[in-house]
């Protein structure tokens, strides 16, 4: 018995394409997807503020040993309002602050808006130099006490103050 092969004859040639069709729907559905969720995914940076208090002047505690360094505009440093030289700064606030106990060596910084960044990245530099522990950053200048304060010593050429 002799078997007889019967060859079909494909009416068009085989197509050897890629069908990008369904590709393309995939990546237009992905994109979509992706420009939804990623808005939602933003994470902020966690930044830790301090509590602020408000604090009337009158009570506001007169410590003369606080150590303020105050920088100004035109560069030059105050040490609790005394101007002091650049190349004095780091000995004069070492000598300060070798009175006191290692958790009390606390600097504050009092930094004018317009001074120079690079010479307040300087004072604090000098402030660690200097064997300071902590290192404080004020936001708002120091206010003057105002006249007739208990507890402030009086000007004796200082006219008196009004009466509210």
Do not use: C, H
Not at 119 to 148: C, N, R, Y
């Amino acid at each position: 018995m002799s078997t007889k092969r019967k060859w079909v004859k494909a009416s068009t040639p085989p197509n050897s394409d890629i069908n990008v069709t369904p590709l393309v729907d995939v990546v237009l559905v992905l994109l979509i997807i992706f420009m939804v969720v990623t808005p939602l995914l933003e994470k902020d940076i966690e930044v830790r503020i301090p509590e602020t208090e408000d604090v009337p002047v009158e009570q506001m505690p007169q410590d003369n040993s606080q150590l303020i360094v105050k920088l100004d505009v035109d560069g030059t440093y105050s040490i609790n309002t005394e101007p002091v030289q650049k190349d004095e700064y780091v000995n004069k606030l070492k000598r300060m602050l070798a009175a006191k106990k290692k958790e009390d060596r606390i600097v504050f910084f009092v930094a004018d808006d317009k001074a120079n960044y690079g010479l307040l990245v300087g004072a604090f530099d000098g402030a660690k130099q200097a064997g300071a522990f902590v290192l404080g950053m004020a936001t708002e200048d120091i206010p003057a006490a105002p006249a007739g304060v208990p507890g402030d010593p009086v000007d004796p050429g200082a006219a008196p103050a009004p009466a509210p």
